[in-house]
């Protein structure tokens, strides 16, 4: 169980669908309240970025988690620099994790 005061209470839980791997990327689609997005995970060639198809009020720095049954998860903490069309996560430890278990995940979590 989390506690209440860490505000994971107040998370955005976004479905993973399916990642597909590139050669330096990961692209696919992820679920959110009915609408389904296309979801980029690359390193930090811009620096560590977090992009979302919808506003998030006040929020500079966000703690993003990736997991998947048996409680397998990476997180990074990545500044908030807007709205995208796509959800777009640029974190090289996200990104080198997913190199070895891209089919595994099946849940975003941003915190």
């Given at each position: 169980?989390?506690?209440?005061?860490?505000?994971?209470?107040?998370?955005?839980?976004?479905?993973?669908?399916?990642?597909?791997?590139?050669?330096?990327?990961?692209?696919?689609k992820?679920e959110?309240?009915?609408?389904?997005?296309?979801?980029n995970?690359q390193n930090?060639?811009?620096?560590?970025?977090?992009?979302?198809?919808?506003?998030?009020?006040?929020?500079?720095?966000?703690?993003?988690?990736?997991?998947?049954?048996?409680?397998?998860?990476?997180?990074?903490?990545?500044?908030?620099?807007?709205?995208?069309?796509?959800?777009e996560?640029?974190?090289?430890p996200?990104?080198?994790?997913?190199?070895?278990?891209?089919?595994?995940f099946?849940?975003?979590?941003?915190?």
């Amino acid at each position: 169980m989390i506690p209440k005061h860490l505000g994971l209470d107040n998370a955005i839980r976004i479905k993973i669908v399916r990642f597909n791997i590139f050669e330096s990327y990961f692209k696919g689609k992820a679920e959110y309240k009915d609408n389904e997005y296309t979801i980029n995970i690359q390193n930090e060639r811009r620096g560590k970025v977090v992009r979302l198809p919808f506003s998030l009020p006040n929020k500079n720095k966000l703690l993003v988690r990736l997991s998947g049954p048996g409680g397998m998860s990476v997180e990074d903490y990545l500044p908030f620099k807007g709205e995208s069309e796509w959800i777009e996560l640029d974190s090289t430890p996200i990104t080198f994790y997913m190199a070895d278990h891209q089919d595994q995940f099946d849940l975003l979590e941003i915190l």
